[in-house]
């Protein structure tokens, strides 16, 4: 089984309406940690946000907010008034286990390509 | 800031040809990790570190090698390359805590043929 599932390949939006991208996970830890990236047309990655499985509030960070689903397993990332500038591959990966446990890598979903629209 | 720097971002290689592709940090960060993108796939780990002279195997480590001698350095080395690993390869790096992001490079394009 995928540990990471981003079931929409593409997602088109309006430039200034809010988008959701969706992110499933798969881990028997009670410790992990879920990031989201968007990597550019220019191909460089760009760490938007992090959510913390003990984490009570779902993460901020500016227009970037994350909708965290613990029972569902979900940690859907919600854009607000697009932009132009956000068009481009998002990804949503997971770091499973604690410090002490040694678990270092960081598991990618496929990725979604969200195209905003003017 | 420099943040991760590779080099080369693009290099073609012949089948059997050896290269290393470069990292290095300025951060300061003790984990290293070297990752590859292939076409329309998300990233996966080939080797790690958790700091100078430790290292060890990720999700795909076949055909690499890696070494660690500084906390700024993290060199992979293809020893004989293959036309499947043609590929983007990202260096990334992170602080020593798990909630921290890793820090990535902007990649190298590397195409074997």
């Known amino acids: 089984a995928q540990k990471i599932t981003q079931t929409q390949p593409g997602m088109f939006v309006q430039e200034k309406e809010a988008v959701t991208l969706d992110c499933t996970y798969d881990t028997s830890d009670q410790s992990y940690g879920l990031f989201w990236y968007k990597q550019p047309s220019s191909g460089e990655m760009i760490f938007l946000i992090y959510q913390g499985s003990y984490d009570e509030q779902n993460a901020t960070e500016g227009r970037y907010s994350l909708n965290f689903q613990k029972a569902r397993k979900s940690a859907n990332l919600v854009i607000s008034a697009s932009q132009l500038g956000d068009s481009a591959m998002y990804f949503c990966a997971m770091r499973e286990g604690d410090s002490g446990a040694g678990s270092y890598q960081l598991t990618f979903g496929k990725g979604t390509k969200l195209s905003v629209i003017p | 800031n420099a943040g991760v720097t590779q080099t080369p971002k693009f290099r073609i290689l012949k089948i059997g040809q050896s290269m290393t592709l470069q990292c290095t940090q300025d951060m300061n960060h003790n984990y290293m990790y070297w990752y590859r993108q292939d076409p329309g796939m998300g990233l996966k780990l080939i080797y790690y570190s958790v700091g100078a002279g430790i290292t060890d195997k990720g999700e795909v480590p076949n055909g690499y090698n890696v070494s660690r001698s500084t906390t700024e350095d993290f060199p992979l080395r293809l020893e004989l390359a293959a036309p499947s690993q043609t590929s983007v390869y990202f260096c990334?790096?992170?602080?020593?805590?798990?909630?921290?992001?890793?820090?990535f490079g902007d990649g190298t394009r590397l195409s074997i043929l």
């Open positions: 990334a790096s992170s602080y020593r805590e798990w909630d921290q992001p890793q820090h």
